[in-house]
């Protein structure tokens, strides 16, 4: 029980420090056995401690914790929508406003979320 509550505190922590939209993944307990690693949502199994990038997502694998994930695309919220529209750039992970009738131009934006 008391394992589940600090796993639940560390988790209201890091979710509250976190400006982003996170998943977490609990550990696996097989047969009573504490986890060796963390499992990703493809299987594959990482080690304690570790952290990685993949397609705009930055993950880590913590022995009290478990899988955390979040998003690390930047979303433009305050801009003039009329006139501009969003363009996604994989490479940079964000999403920047382009003016609708010249998408060369940039639109000036205020805030981002992310």
């Given at each position: ?12 922590i890091?979710?509250t420090?976190?400006d ?7 550990l696996?307990?097989?047969?009573g ?26 993950c ?10 979040c ?8 801009y ?6 969003e363009i996604?750039?994989k490479?940079?992970?964000?999403y920047?406003?382009?003016?609708k009738?010249?998408p ?11």
């Amino acid at each position: 029980m008391n394992t589940m509550l600090g796993v639940l505190l560390a988790l209201a922590i890091f979710v509250t420090l976190c400006d982003a939209q996170c998943t977490f993944y609990p550990l696996e307990i097989i047969d009573g056995y504490q986890a060796r690693g963390c499992r990703d949502s493809k299987g594959v199994m990482h080690d304690f401690s570790t952290q990685w990038e993949s397609d705009c997502i930055h993950c880590s694998c913590e022995e009290n914790i478990g899988l955390v994930c979040c998003t690390m695309v930047m979303r433009p919220t305050i801009y003039d929508q009329n006139e501009c529209m969003e363009i996604f750039q994989k490479e940079s992970c964000i999403y920047i406003a382009v003016n609708k009738t010249n998408p060369s131009t940039l639109c000036e934006v205020s805030q981002y979320t992310g």
